[in-house]
């Protein structure tokens, strides 16, 4: 609707009230007692009096038209908000008031006046139930009697009747109005579309209008297609946060009768977002079951599991980040005006991060100014504008675990590894793929078929101390991505549904990219699957084919260790791409060990690798005795040598509860 018609309606609208009020007011004259009259006014005219209202010509009715017809108001309920309207909107109707109640302290309006003065009354006017007071178009103010209180218009309808559209000032700053935005990505324009197909017909009927569900974890791209939806139908979007929603009855009554006046007045769709919903919050459950149900109004509630409705039907749709070749799009045309960009490394962002389109924009736009930054300081070499893009996505999809995970800061490299050279071959081999998944999954279409299958899944064997977290680290250091280490304690769970749950809020978070899962002992989880017996065993095993399954559609780099590679099932083994066995270190190896065990800071004196090699202990052992020896040393204000070595190697050995034999430490000392 462009501007000079709106303009046009609001003059239209503008007439037509001043000419109902003077029609009102002429009623009103012949009511007053004149006595009672501070000036002559009984002779006065309004400059169009004279008009009648069918002579205002518009093609659109009249906001108090338009009012009467949604509300179901009577002639007589029209007069007595027209009459409240008159005493906001023309000084002389508080004088007439009060003339024709014959009483000059009463300058408002009532309902004893409404009786006597306009034709056509009817008790359920006066009602609670009436759609006046129901629908809170008009206030009745504190009086001893009911027909002797005062009464007063709504201001949002005051508003309205002028022709001015705003949100109630009592539902600002509860609900938020949601913007359009056109340029969606092609999957969720689709989806928005059936959004419209699935309201057009019922449009006009909310209780029989579905309530539309927005499912899954991305969460930015839910608003978006609920507003473009909206757009389609003509509707505004509005969205409340579900910790915002009034939980006492009477908030949550006035809550439910203000939105559903402004549907009425304004054509509004509500958006309940329960993304940030966290907990059994019984008082909050309670109340979106009671609004999505019983509320008058077109519903869509955004959440990341699926609710159920009882009564009212509910249709959902399930929400997923941008395709693969949607974010490649995304990218270009982030970057699109960044020429000396243009040889950003856009498959490995795509292969790697799973972003959404706010992320990847802001992403580009946050490296860009960094980049800039370092262009105009003079004294320091620019950092790659990859690099720099790559640590803004890294930073930006990094998951928020804290309860399930722990992130490991990376600083070990190739170098720290001691290892046989097979099993260091595997390692590469497995960062070799991460790196190439984009050329091989999308470039060459192994992805296009079936997405089970191309996680990339390692398992590392081997006994305590033997290098596989360390491994795990080489591997996040060299793709530069966060390592999360699962503690399983805190996701195996003995009620049934929640290990499952626990682990899918992992994969979930993690699905960003950016993340290196490392589930730390997982024979604890995923040992042989037993033999079916009760209901305890066949969950055991829900449990086991729930984390395979994620596995394998995991876009991400998945690390499992363990001590008892024996004691896993050999299914489980069959579906985990890269296996490898930690060895526990011979002499040479430990001798190497101990050889790159020190910092070069560290002061060290008469230290004899060859002799520490003949320690029989693994790696994280002789990192411990390290460790241990240079604490030994620092109070000492001494540099390190096998005097401390041997006594922090003592100290070891008791923890192992294992004995130092005279082969181990001979010529120590």
Request: some cysteine; glycine content about 4%; charged content about 25%.
């Amino acid at each position: 609707m462009s501007a000079t018609t709106t303009t046009n309606q609001n003059v239209d609208n503008h007439a037509y009230m001043t000419v109902a009020l003077s029609q009102l007011r002429e009623t009103l004259v012949k009511h007053a007692d004149p006595n009672l009259l501070e000036e002559d006014i009984t002779h006065e005219k309004s400059p169009i009096a004279s008009y009648l209202i069918d002579s205002i010509i518009s093609p659109e009715p009249s906001a108090l038209d338009r009012l009467c017809v949604t509300f179901g108001l009577s002639d007589f309920e029209r007069n007595l908000l027209l009459l409240c309207a008159g005493v906001e909107l023309d000084a002389s109707f508080p004088i007439l008031c009060a003339a024709a109640c014959g009483n000059t302290q009463r300058t408002y309006p009532t309902f004893g006046l409404a009786m006597t003065m306009l034709e056509g009354m009817h008790w359920d006017a006066f009602t609670p139930a009436g759609a006046l007071r129901r629908w809170k178009l008009i206030e009745v103010g504190s009086g001893s009697e009911l027909m002797s209180s005062p009464l007063r218009i709504d201001e949002r309808i005051l508003h309205y009747l002028m022709g001015v559209q705003h949100l109630d000032d009592r539902l600002l700053g509860i609900v938020e109005p949601v913007t359009v935005n056109p340029d969606l990505v092609p999957s969720h324009t689709q989806i928005s579309e059936k959004m419209v197909a699935a309201w057009w017909m019922e449009i006009h009927d909310f209780l029989k209008l579905p309530i539309l569900q927005l499912c899954g974890n991305e969460v930015a791209s839910k608003r978006p297609i609920a507003a473009l939806a909206c757009h389609y139908l003509e509707l505004s979007l509005y969205a409340i946060a579900a910790h915002a929603l009034p939980t006492t009855p009477s908030d949550l009554k006035q809550f439910k009768l203000l939105w559903e006046r402004e549907v009425a007045l304004a054509n509004c769709a509500l958006l309940i977002d329960c993304d940030d919903l966290e907990g059994a919050d019984t008082g909050k459950e309670g109340t979106i079951t009671y609004l999505c149900e019983w509320m008058r109004s077109p519903v869509i509630i955004t959440t990341t599991e699926r609710k159920r409705s009882r009564l009212r039907p509910l249709l959902v749709f399930d929400i997923e980040r941008p395709t693969t070749k949607e974010q490649y799009t995304i990218w270009e045309q982030a970057l699109d005006d960044t020429s000396e960009f243009l040889n950003v490394q856009v498959d490995n962002l795509v292969s790697q991060f799973n972003l959404s389109v706010p992320v990847i924009q802001a992403a580009c736009s946050q490296a860009s100014v960094q980049w800039h930054q370092q262009k105009s300081e003079v004294t320091e070499i620019p950092t790659d504008f990859n690099y720099l893009l790559w640590n803004t996505c890294r930073a930006q999809a990094r998951p928020k675990l804290d309860d399930l995970a722990q992130r490991i800061d990376c600083a070990a490299d190739w170098e720290d590894l001691v290892l046989p050279e097979s099993q260091i071959q595997v390692l590469r081999d497995v960062a070799m793929q991460v790196k190439l998944r984009a050329k091989v999954y999308d470039r060459w279409g192994f992805g296009g078929k079936s997405k089970r299958g191309l996680g990339i899944s390692a398992l590392f064997a081997g006994v305590s101390g033997t290098g596989k977290t360390m491994a795990a680290e080489v591997l996040a250091l060299e793709l530069q991505l966060d390592l999360y280490r699962i503690d399983l304690s805190a996701v195996v769970s003995k009620y049934i549904g929640e290990t499952e749950k626990n682990l899918g809020r992992v994969f979930d978070a993690a699905e960003l990219g950016g993340v290196v899962l490392l589930f730390d002992e997982a024979d604890a989880l995923f040992g042989k699957r037993s033999e079916v017996k009760d209901s305890h065993d066949r969950h055991a095993n829900v449990e086991v084919s729930y984390l395979l399954q994620r596995m394998e559609s995991y876009r991400g780099l998945s690390v499992l260790t363990t001590n008892l590679k024996s004691s896993l099932d050999q299914a489980f083994l069959r579906r985990i791409r890269f296996i490898t066995q930690f060895p526990f270190p011979d002499s040479t190896q430990r001798a190497e060990i101990w050889r790159r065990i020190f910092p070069k800071s560290t002061p060290t004196e008469g230290l004899d690798y060859q002799k520490l090699g003949q320690l029989n202990v693994a790696g994280g052992n002789i990192r411990s005795i390290a460790l241990n020896a240079a604490f030994l040393a620092a109070h000492a204000n001494d540099a390190v040598t096998m005097y401390y070595m041997l006594q922090a190697a003592k100290s070891e050995y008791i923890k192992l509860e294992r004995s130092l034999t005279d082969t181990e430490v001979k010529g120590w000392v």
